[in-house]
């Protein structure tokens, strides 16, 4: 996808016998519905009012097992044995006498991806415009955030997994106005407002005018911020906050005295989520998450770009990036050739009055050749390259950045100079095909200041680079020691590896 594209459109609380809350409540960190379906889970354990969460269930809700004793909560926390894609919606009901969960379009449509292998989570946005088949008998083409409205979960499940060849296990749906009754009852959230937020929409009962820098926001204003997307980058960009979101809010549930809220956020489970989740499944997600940091949840957007189709605007999935990403990110086979046969600008929508030998779905005559080439060349001699993206005024942070990247070999590309808006969070992005997450654990080792950068997944063919790293004002990188030290210090390093090889030790020359 262009540049220009891109532009236009994207405590433990008592003891280490007791959870963090924010494993509990994984709603912020996984897309907040699983958070709160870790509740439900909770609740079957003794926790909790007696309302449970609408857990679909052949058509009915389950018989809740008997409840445990709080006691039984050590050592109770169930394995993830194999990686679990969760999709998680978030749907905005069509008015206060309508069925919360019933004929509304699903606004955001996150998968979530836990792998207890690389102890990962990777949190792959889809966009909501994004033109795809949905998977019924009709073989209608629509925006991808109808498939909710025209058949629920189930149907969107359907749809992401057929169009994009993606196993899902499970979903969650969660009302978007309990995200505002959450944070009305967990209290204002230090949030990092990335630039001047202004806005008015009537329609939306919006009346946005948030400012930048670090802000301490109420619901209402947490409401404001995740939903602005008035700029150049459009829904993308409300993508892009979502995710950051998402990781600053870990702070705000690690507080003790959410504990005392867990009542309330249960119920506030069982009125807003819906699952097809077990309790023991709820379970392993939030034992999962237990010893999680922010660094260790990569997220990506699924890759694209807008198009005006019919005087309607779409995001057209790109295959073989998209396929790369979800490959990557969330374990489904390498499948370009299925994702343009069901997504995109040509494909077209069939009825079954029309179909015949003559008229059915084409499939797209795409391979996974490029990928794979692309990917091939990780294996290669030439040294990868970064891409350093600085804040006006911080260019001896970027200086000395790159000083130490060329210490171990990297090509530094150039330096980019960029609005503070665009630096506002120290990130790692991946953006050739060939960087893959051995390559960016190398890169982040190289620079000991990298390490705890969370990850971005961007890959573009013909990328500039293989990476993008984005320091902040905040960043502290030093400048390597003079060429000198260097010497010196390497010196005393092959000394003591002598001595350390020699069969007699110290005293054996």
């Known amino acids: 996808m262009s540049s220009m594209n891109k532009n236009n459109y994207s405590r433990d609380l008592q003891s280490s016998r007791t959870?963090?809350?924010?494993?509990?409540?994984?709603?912020?960190?996984?897309?907040?519905?699983?958070?709160?379906?870790?509740?439900?889970?909770?609740h079957y354990l003794g926790f909790g009012p007696k309302k449970a969460v609408q857990r679909v269930a052949s058509g009915k809700l389950a018989e809740k097992p008997k409840p445990q004793s709080p006691l039984d909560m050590v050592n109770v926390w169930p394995r993830l044995e194999?990686?679990?894609?969760?999709?998680l919606l978030g749907v905005d009901s069509n008015?206060?006498?309508?069925?919360?969960?019933?004929?509304?379009?699903?606004?955001?449509?996150?998968?979530?991806?836990l792998d207890p292998e690389t102890k990962k989570v990777a949190l792959v946005?889809?966009?909501?415009?994004?033109?795809?088949?949905?998977?019924?008998?009709?073989?209608?083409?629509?925006?991808?955030?109808?498939?909710?409205?025209?058949?629920?979960?189930?149907?969107t499940v359907k749809t992401v997994s057929e169009d994009f060849g993606v196993p899902i296990d499970h979903y969650m749906v969660i009302d978007t106005h309990g995200l505002k009754k959450l944070?009305?009852?967990?209290?204002?959230?230090?949030?990092?407002?990335?630039?001047?937020?202004?806005?008015?929409?009537?329609?939306?009962?919006?009346?946005?005018?948030?400012?930048?820098?670090?802000?301490?926001l109420d619901a209402t204003r947490l409401e404001e911020y995740v939903r602005f997307r008035h700029d150049p980058r459009g829904d993308i960009g409300r993508i892009e906050r979502q995710q950051w979101f998402l990781r600053q809010v870990k702070k705000k549930l690690e507080e003790p005295q959410v504990l005392l809220k867990l009542p309330e956020l249960c119920k506030l489970a069982s009125e807003y989520v819906r699952t097809d989740l077990e309790p023991a499944d709820m379970l392993r997600l939030a034992g999962f998450c237990k010893d999680l940091k922010?660094?260790?949840?990569?997220?990506?957007?699924?890759?694209?770009?807008?198009?005006?189709?019919?005087?309607?605007?779409?995001?057209?999935?790109?295959?073989?990036?998209?396929?790369?990403?979800l490959h990557r990110l969330a374990g489904a086979p390498l499948s370009v050739s299925v994702i343009a046969t069901n997504t995109g600008a040509n494909i077209h929508a069939v009825h079954n009055s029309d179909i015949t030998e003559e008229n059915t779905v084409t499939v797209a005559s795409y391979s996974n050749d490029l990928v794979n080439s692309e990917c091939a060349q990780a294996s290669s001699s030439k040294p990868l390259s970064v891409i350093i993206r600085y804040p006006r005024g911080h260019e001896d942070t970027a200086k000395?950045?790159?000083?130490?990247?060329?210490?171990?070999?990297?090509?530094?590309?150039?330096?980019?100079?960029?609005?503070?808006?665009?630096?506002?969070?120290?990130?790692?992005?991946?953006?050739?095909?060939?960087?893959?997450?051995?390559?960016?654990?190398?890169?982040?080792k190289s620079v000991n200041e990298l390490e705890t950068y969370p990850v971005n997944v961007s890959p573009e063919s013909r990328a500039s680079s293989d990476f993008v790293v984005v320091v902040t004002p905040d960043t502290k990188i030093a400048a390597p020691p003079p060429k000198e030290e260097n010497l010196e210090a390497q010196k005393d390093t092959g000394n003591k590896d002598s001595k350390a090889s020699s069969p007699l030790g110290a005293n054996g020359a």
Not at 297 to 311: R, V
Request: charged share 25%.
């Open 294 to 325: 922010t660094n260790q949840i990569q997220t990506a957007t699924l890759p694209g770009e807008p198009t005006t189709i019919n005087g309607g605007s779409y995001w057209v999935p790109s295959p073989d990036t998209a396929a790369l990403v």
């Open 400 to 444: 000395n950045l790159e000083a130490k990247l060329n210490e171990q070999g990297y090509n530094v590309r150039w330096r980019q100079r960029a609005e503070l808006s665009e630096c506002q969070h120290e990130l790692v992005i991946q953006t050739s095909f060939r960087a893959d997450d051995e390559l960016t654990e190398k890169l982040k």
């Open 183 to 216: 944070f009305e009852t967990l209290g204002p959230v230090e949030v990092l407002v990335e630039k001047p937020m202004h806005y008015k929409d009537r329609a939306g009962r919006l009346n946005i005018a948030l400012e930048p820098g670090i802000n301490k």
């Open 19 to 42: 959870p963090p809350v924010w494993q509990m409540v994984l709603a912020t960190v996984l897309g907040v519905g699983i958070g709160l379906g870790a509740m439900q889970g909770l």
């Open 95 to 113: 008015g206060r006498d309508t069925e919360r969960f019933t004929g509304c379009r699903s606004d955001t449509i996150i998968l979530a991806s």
């Open 125 to 155: 946005s889809i966009p909501r415009d994004s033109r795809v088949r949905i998977a019924d008998a009709r073989h209608s083409v629509e925006k991808i955030n109808a498939a909710h409205a025209l058949g629920g979960p189930e149907l």
């Open 82 to 87: 194999s990686r679990m894609n969760v999709l």
